[in-house]
């Protein structure tokens, strides 16, 4: 199975500041043939289900603000937030789809108000 | 409105079975693949198990490999997991998820809100 390994485990960002969370994979989930990347994102706050953010490592899914991005491609993956605002306090998750049905994700990403 | 609704969580005892449902709405449910992902408590995701559009294929995460199934029924819109042999390490949170797209692979846009199960005696 692919492995992702996200970092860092949890992350404290003031109002307004950039927050970046990296997500790398122990293999490439790059496909060649479409040169897509199988690579998500989602957000999850307390007691609620996962939200898709970002797939394709860079597309963001409909109703998402524009101030979630995704970027990078093979191994190497970041979500970047630009400015934080108080509801994007969650833990955010990196998924690989290139391997189906062995679908992984990366261990989350705790984001909180400095 | 797309709506996913999970059921049948509860209390199991150690290898007991339960079966879970998840009862679609507000898309055409016959032609999407779907999973299931559970999440333990206070811990992250992990994909258990999925299914095609027809039922055609059928996969399993090795940790459940043998004693859980997937299953749906398209003309009542509802997908299932039978969960045999339970452990106490099945304790989780189960979500049903939908493909975005209809020809995967592809990320999960849909989940439901979850059911959950505890394996307690």
């Known amino acids: 199975d692919i492995v992702m390994t996200q970092s860092p485990d949890s992350l404290a960002v003031s109002l307004g500041e950039r927050a970046t969370i990296n997500c790398k994979s122990s293999q490439s989930v790059l496909y060649s043939s479409n040169n897509k990347n199988f690579l998500a994102w989602y957000q999850q706050k307390p007691g609620q289900p996962p939200k898709l953010l970002i797939y394709w490592a860079s597309s963001r899914e409909s109703g998402v603000p524009d101030r979630f991005s995704g970027s990078g491609s093979g191994t190497d993956f970041t979500l970047t937030i630009s400015s934080l605002q108080a509801e994007d306090v969650a833990v955010y998750y990196c998924q690989q789809y290139y391997t189906p049905p062995s679908i992984t994700f990366g261990q989350g990403t705790r984001l909180e108000i400095k | 409105e797309v709506q996913l609704v999970e059921s049948g969580g509860g209390l199991v005892k150690p290898g007991g079975s339960v079966r879970l449902s998840c009862e679609a709405s507000g898309f055409s449910f016959s032609d999407y693949n779907m999973n299931w992902v559970r999440q333990a408590p206070g811990k992250g995701l992990e994909w258990v198990s999925s299914?095609?559009?027809?039922?055609?294929?059928?996969h399993h995460a090795d940790s459940v490999k043998g004693r859980f199934t997937i299953s749906r029924d398209n003309a009542r819109n509802s997908l299932f997991l039978q969960m045999h042999s339970l452990r106490a390490e099945d304790t989780a949170v189960y979500y049903c998820?939908?493909?975005?797209?209809?020809?995967?692979?592809?990320?999960?846009?849909?989940w439901g809100q979850g059911t959950m199960v505890t394996v307690s005696s």
């Open positions: 299914i095609s559009s027809s039922s055609l294929y059928i």
């Open positions: 998820a939908r493909d975005r797209i209809q020809w995967g692979p592809d990320a999960f846009d849909i």
